[in-house]
């Protein structure tokens, strides 16, 4: 069974650090994607950053470049989504998400991944 599970979301002062996790289980990360994912309330999903576990490739949000970063260490450690300089607007519930019906890939579209995660609220507020 395909579960992923976000941790480490919480309350942070504008300009502060946060880092997220997203444990998979159920399969091989090894080969397929990890998708930040956020959603504000009134507002639709929005891809924040991507890594694809085959090959290491990222991609990010215009809106996050240079403050976000996503990694994975190895293959025993979940993917990281460390987020600096945070801003109120970067509030919202994050999403982590994968497709596991496609490998060697990484994208910001929401339609593009089947399964989800349950979502950690981060809040940016002084």
């Known amino acids: 069974q395909v579960q992923l599970v976000e941790s480490g979301g919480g309350l942070v002062q504008p300009g502060g650090s946060l880092r997220l996790s997203c444990a998979a289980s159920?399969?091989?990360?090894?080969?397929?994607?990890i998708g930040w994912f956020r959603q504000a309330p009134g507002k639709e999903r929005e891809g924040v950053a991507c890594?694809?576990?085959?090959?290491?490739?990222?991609h990010y949000a215009d809106s996050v470049k240079g403050r976000f970063t996503i990694s994975r260490d190895n293959a025993k450690n979940p993917v990281y989504l460390q987020m600096s300089s945070l801003l109120p607007e970067d509030t919202a519930v994050y999403y982590c998400?994968?497709?596991?019906?496609?490998?060697?890939?990484?994208?910001?579209?929401?339609?593009?991944?089947?399964?989800w995660g349950q979502g950690t609220q981060v809040t940016v507020s002084s």
């Open positions: 998400a994968t497709n596991i019906n496609r490998a060697n890939w990484c994208g910001l579209h929401s339609s593009d991944y089947n399964y």
């Open positions: 890594f694809s576990s085959s090959d290491g490739t990222t």
């Open positions: 159920g399969f091989t990360l090894d080969y397929y994607a």
